[in-house]
């Protein structure tokens, strides 16, 4: 079992940067592939990005490619989601959550264990 801790949220100016981190504890983070979520109030949890095991793939939501990098340090055993030029519809409790998947997963049903989210809120 793995405990995941999100931080770094907070309230931002459109086209801003905020940078997110989601740290573990009970097992390495290295045996998970890893992956971002975000939950609007009233919406379901959306997909934002995963990353591999050893961090070399990493796939995005259309909505944020070019805008949000995924990265991980699984020497710290931590993972980043580094969120740029940040728009209103940002606004949301992102989640980090973790997977036992080989492959890229972008469901929430294939994602075992969940942070308890921090809040971004970007305005406008």
């Known amino acids: 079992q793995v405990q995941l801790v999100e931080s770094g949220g907070g309230l931002v100016q459109a086209g801003g940067s905020l940078r997110l981190s989601c740290s573990a504890s009970g097992r390495t983070l290295s045996t998970y592939r890893m992956g971002w979520f975000r939950q609007a109030p009233g919406k379901e949890r959306d997909f934002v990005a995963t990353i591999s095991r050893n961090g070399v793939s990493t796939y995005y939501a259309a909505s944020v490619k070019g805008r949000f990098t995924i990265s991980r340090d699984n020497a710290k055993n931590t993972v980043y989601l580094q969120m740029n030029s940040l728009k209103p519809e940002d606004t949301a409790v992102y989640y980090c959550?973790?997977?036992?998947?080989?492959?890229?997963?972008?469901?929430?049903?294939?994602?075992?264990?969940w942070g308890q989210g921090t809040q971004v809120t970007v305005s406008s």
């Open positions: 959550a973790s997977s036992d998947d080989r492959v890229v997963v972008t469901t929430t049903a294939r994602y075992n264990y």
